[in-house]
């Protein structure tokens, strides 16, 4: 009997790991990108234990970890005068969490995926080629897909729209698309040797400030330190603009005036920026339809507070490959994973939001922020995030 087929659109974080998911359970996978080259622009990625475990399953992990950071705190930092607010300490993350918590460079793992998927003959995965159209009928679904002036036609057991935030796929579900959310993100990667000696401690080190905050942690054995400046911002993202752009040093340079001496050191060490706007949507409840169903960014678009859409794509591909492994109809068995991953992945959407207000608190409001955080401790701190982190929760299961 021939393989099941599935065609997945988009090779991002959240393609790469479904495809690797369903191979493994037997699936022969088309991976079709719309890019013609395969690059990967912004620096550093947080990988909690949820996605981590599930990246272990998917024989990514021994390639990945020569490459990886662990990571030894989560430090949280008062932006006026760099007073330690919180620090959440991440040594225990694996016994805690049943996996590592780590820091990699995107390119890292975006070459450990390749790698995996290289060794796995049953997927093809074809660059500059567009998923343009699909029609779900009852034993298969018809795709076209568009690779320069060539239209062709691809016939699957089922679609997965892994075509990020934009999603074509979703687009053609009748979802809401995402809007843009007032933020953007400035990324920059410093080269270790220039950056205050603070800023070199194998930590996530967290600044929070008055509508701004700053995210930095070293990468590829301490060389360089990744860096996000997260702003609000009266800016029309388009055209070219769309995903990134070089960003204007002195913009962050007026907005981050008023902070402590060390994060300004660190803005200033940054040769340059590029600047990405976020984007954020309501949770939908439908994934799935018929033999279609979205992952990742396509499914859950959400702003980056928690450091989870990754992570939640990650958890996507690990639960598509266990329903469609279990011998169902396909239908039932998208179905399985829409039920099993929607009310999760909502909930980090929310969170993730609500995550984005308490940062940017100014004013009395980030007083009492500050004094709250204060008082948790560290044991406290940890306990607000086992339902996230904990890798039994990737299920979908948490309680
Ligand atoms: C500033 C910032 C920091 C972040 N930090 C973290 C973090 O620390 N940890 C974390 O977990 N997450 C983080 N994220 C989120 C994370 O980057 C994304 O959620 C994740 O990369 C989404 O992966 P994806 O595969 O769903 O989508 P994408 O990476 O967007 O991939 C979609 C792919 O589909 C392709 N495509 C589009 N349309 C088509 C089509 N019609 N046919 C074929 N291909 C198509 C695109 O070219 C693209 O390659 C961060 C995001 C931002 C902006």
New binding site residues.
């Given amino acids: 009997m021939n393989p099941p087929h599935a065609v997945i659109?988009?090779?991002?974080?959240?393609?790469l790991c479904t495809s690797l998911s369903l191979a493994l359970r037997g699936w022969r996978v088309s991976l079709?990108?719309?890019?013609k080259v395969l690059e990967e622009t912004?620096a550093g990625?947080?990988l909690s234990p949820n996605?981590s475990a599930i990246l272990g399953k998917l024989g990514v992990i021994e390639r990945l970890t020569p490459f990886a950071l662990r990571p030894k705190a989560i430090r949280i930092r008062r932006a006026r005068d760099g007073a330690t607010l919180a620090l959440m300490p991440l040594d225990e993350a694996e016994r805690r969490w049943g996996a590592p918590y780590l820091v990699v460079h995107r390119a890292d793992l975006q070459r450990a995926l390749l790698e995996a998927i290289a060794r796995e003959p049953s997927i093809r995965l074809q660059t500059g080629a567009?998923?343009?159209g699909f029609a779900t009928g009852e034993d298969s679904v018809a795709i076209a897909v568009e690779q320069g002036a060539v239209r062709r036609k691809a016939a699957a057991d089922c679609l997965i729209g892994?075509?990020?935030?934009r999603s074509?796929v979703r687009q053609r579900l009748g979802a809401d698309s995402a809007r843009f959310s007032g933020w953007t993100?400035w990324?920059a990667a410093v080269d270790a040797a220039h950056a205050p000696p603070a800023m070199r401690r194998e930590e996530i080190t967290l600044w929070l400030g008055p509508n701004a905050h700053l995210v930095h942690y070293p990468l590829r054995g301490g060389a360089i330190i990744n860096s996000?400046a997260i702003v609000d911002e009266d800016f029309r993202p388009g055209g070219a603009d769309f995903w990134s752009g070089a960003g204007a040093p002195e913009f962050l340079e007026a907005r981050f005036s008023s902070w402590d001496a060390t994060a300004r050191e660190l803005l200033r060490a940054a040769p340059d920026w590029r600047k990405?706007p976020?984007f954020d949507c309501h949770p939908i409840a439908r994934w799935v339809a018929g033999r279609v169903a979205l992952i990742?960014?396509?499914a859950h678009p959400m702003l980056?507070f928690l450091?989870?859409?990754?992570?939640q794509?990650i958890e996507d591909a690990g639960v598509l490959g266990e329903v469609l492994t279990r011998g169902q109809n396909i239908e039932t068995s998208l179905r399985a994973y829409q039920e099993a991953r929607c009310p999760r992945a909502a909930r980090v959407q929310k969170e993730s939001r609500r995550q984005a207000k308490i940062y940017h608190l100014a004013g009395p409001a980030a007083l009492l922020r500050d004094t709250t955080l204060r008082a948790l401790g560290p044991q406290k701190m940890l306990a607000r995030y086992d339902w996230l982190y904990d890798a039994r929760n990737a299920r979908g299961h948490e309680g």
Avoid: H, M, N
């Fill in positions: 659109a988009g090779a991002g974080i959240g393609g079709y990108e719309k890019a912004g990625l947080q996605a567009a998923v343009a892994a075509d990020g935030v074509f993100a990324r996000v990405w976020l990742g960014d396509a980056p450091a989870q859409g990754a992570a794509a």
